[in-house]
């Protein structure tokens, strides 16, 4: 399949470990800052600084992930265990098709037997497994090609890590939780006279779910590009790919196309050999707007903690920057595969997709310094009512 | 034994001959359950608006009405020729019994295809089950 990206899961991965890094800007950045300093062998015990600090913080996440994960699995069908017999009959019809690495997972498959339509998801967030439809588990023991292809892109979501997105999920749920048990010490104890009122903490959170629910989109929207990619890979046949997303399950409801791609597009990255993974305008622009808040906090923030965690935001928004630069050379080749060659940054129009994101984030940028050069005692109202009035307009350009 | 049951026990017993790996559905399959489409909805979630061919669905359909004929001595020529075929001690269908069951079995919505293929195993599990049939 010439000209289709090659590394396609090294990327996914490489995606994760980027995004985690972004989450702890100044436990990855501070001791190679400290390398710049007077005592450069100090980057040692700061890496260990670095450890301690992210290690619990990681074992939270981990665990509102969990508890997000087994509440978003109270919603669904329960599953079965998939009888023995026609598990063996499942999993060597697998291996035969994807390999001896497919057998643990198609092993510890369950099913949803009362659903007879195809399809399948992933559960569970410390051990990923397969959940099938009845009708999908009778179509993989027949050796149905599109109950295959179904396998081969959930077998992808497990192979790129993608159970982190609700990790992601669940670090939005530690900062929401977070804010307000810290909010009812503060009003219990009356430590902090310059602590929030309900009216703002209600603003400022409902702010935050804002931002992270449009980052978390399309987080989980790209997975799904990865998913499609790497599952054509595994199957070898793109016309039958594009065949079932043609008959692909439309997502419907409020959250229809929240998680997911459109069809359309999903079929338009096919026909452009995923350059969407290529440029990734989206994080282009993120980086961008990231950096430059960094940059703003550090050259003018008062307070100098508040001054530090700029200067380390801003260094690691410029590395991520430079990475996604270099993504194309990454990933395979193709026509766009030079970093700055004309399609690999985001094209100017009112209505493009670039444009509309790149006018969202640096928008959500602007609302945020507005805020803290107006109110700097409590900028959380002026962030709600700009951030939604951003939101909206950025939606009405589509 | 109640129809619910009868419908199942005929049905698990077709299926064992014709899709043995179909048994699995069946003690969970419920028609009018919002089921349809569940396990590709959510995060990470995929799947197709078609559908595996399965006979299941068509024999629980094919023997509740068959069932319901029977019960109401029902005039129809093709009820009538399997009823009659059931009443002898004769195992192996006439041509013209298979053509009745084959045509209920694609009234049932079954493909003609596999219609075929299922002839002989239900003519088979009518004829063991004559007896309980008659009770209905």
Redesign the interface.
Known sequence: MTGFPQRVTVLARVDWLLLIAFTFPVQIVQPFLLLFSPRPLLFIGGIIESAIQIVPLVIFVCVMAALADAL?GAF??AT?D??QV?SD?VTASLVKQFGEPVREIACSMR????????????RGFFRPRL?????????L??G?R??QA?LA??LA?VQHH?RM??AFVGMIVFEVVGRFIKFNVNEVSNVDPDSLGVGSLIGLTLYQLTVFSVLLSCV?RY??YY?DARAIQLTHDVDAYRS?LS?????KGLLGNF?HPSISDRLDAIDQQYRVLRTVHFWKVYWLAAGSVGFLQWRFAEDSFVSYHGLCGAVMAAGLLVFEVLRPLLIGTGESSRPFSRGAWPSIGWTSRGFRYGFMLLGFTVVVVFADMVSPRDPSHIMAVGGAVVYVISRSMK | MNKAQLVHDLTAKALEQIAPEELFLLADYDPTAAQFGATSKGPQGFGAETAIALAMPFLIKFFEKFIEKLAANAADSTCKKIAGYLATNTKAPTPEVSDAIRQELIAAGLPPGKADQAVSAVAAVLHSQRAVLAKT
Request: charge should be positive.
């Open positions: 978003l669904r069908p079965k998939v009888p026609l009959r099913a949803i037997p009362g659903d007879l339509s195809l399809g399948a998801h992933v959940v099938v439809s009845g009708g999908m588990l009778m179509g023991a027949r149905d599109n109950a179904i892109h959930e979501h993608d997105l609700i989980s997975r799904e998913a079932l008959s692909g399950a439309r997502h998680f």
